[in-house]
């Protein structure tokens, strides 16, 4: 009963995507849309930076799918920041609704879940479904802001600086979503607090495609 099945198969369209500099420097770098030579995209603070490249990633899946601003139906996005900051900012910069999702590392996969369901039962017809993330910010919500120069122990995760967002429709040629997975809460009992990536690994929840 975790698992819900998709009759009418929802396909991704666009995509969006941006990355930071250390993003970039691996093999990702050449999968992005754009990548960011300064992780402040031009911004006084990250948490800016954040909500300018999220929207970014959503302006770039909707002109990716071939699409404009008034054939958008609904952005469900969400991100690492309190209040989830980051998307309802940069939601402003849209003329169609939001809805806000927050699930930490799984925020991507809930967004395409409740889109896809969405467009599954045709209540939708084209959904972006969004998120993003900023190393700095994110250090200031989870651990300590930069400016106090905190020591990092070598296993401590470091949290992507970029965005990526995908528009979901009922019809296309490219990438089906078949089904979604629905996780439970437990508790795996890790007491390292630098150790987010077996915290939350579990967590990041599944797509069919």
């Known amino acids: 009963m975790q698992t819900i099945f998709f009759k009418n198969k929802p396909r991704i369209i666009g995509t969006g995507t941006i990355a930071g500099p250390k993003e970039s420097a691996g093999v990702v770098g050449k999968y992005v849309d754009k990548t960011l030579t300064d992780d402040k995209f031009g911004e006084s603070t990250y948490e800016k930076a954040e909500c300018k490249m999220l929207s970014f990633a959503i302006n770039k899946a909707i002109e990716n799918a071939g699409l404009t601003e008034k054939e958008t139906d609904l952005l469900v996005s969400g991100d690492l920041l309190n209040q989830i900051i980051s998307a309802s900012f940069a939601a402003r910069d849209f003329d169609f609704p939001f809805l806000g999702v927050y699930g930490a590392c799984s925020t991507m ?101």
């Open 109 to 209: 996969a809930e967004s395409m879940a409740i889109s896809a369901s969405f467009v599954n039962a045709g209540y939708y017809q084209k959904i972006v479904a969004a998120t993003g993330s900023h190393f700095s910010s994110a250090e200031r919500q989870y651990r300590y802001p930069l400016e106090l120069g905190n020591t990092r122990p070598p296993q401590a995760q470091w949290t992507v600086t970029g965005a990526g967002g995908c528009v979901i429709a009922p019809s296309g040629s490219s990438t089906a979503i078949t089904c979604a997975t629905f996780g439970k809460v437990v508790d795996f009992g890790i007491t390292d607090v630098n150790n987010m990536g077996a915290a939350m690994s579990p967590d990041i929840g599944i797509i069919g495609i």
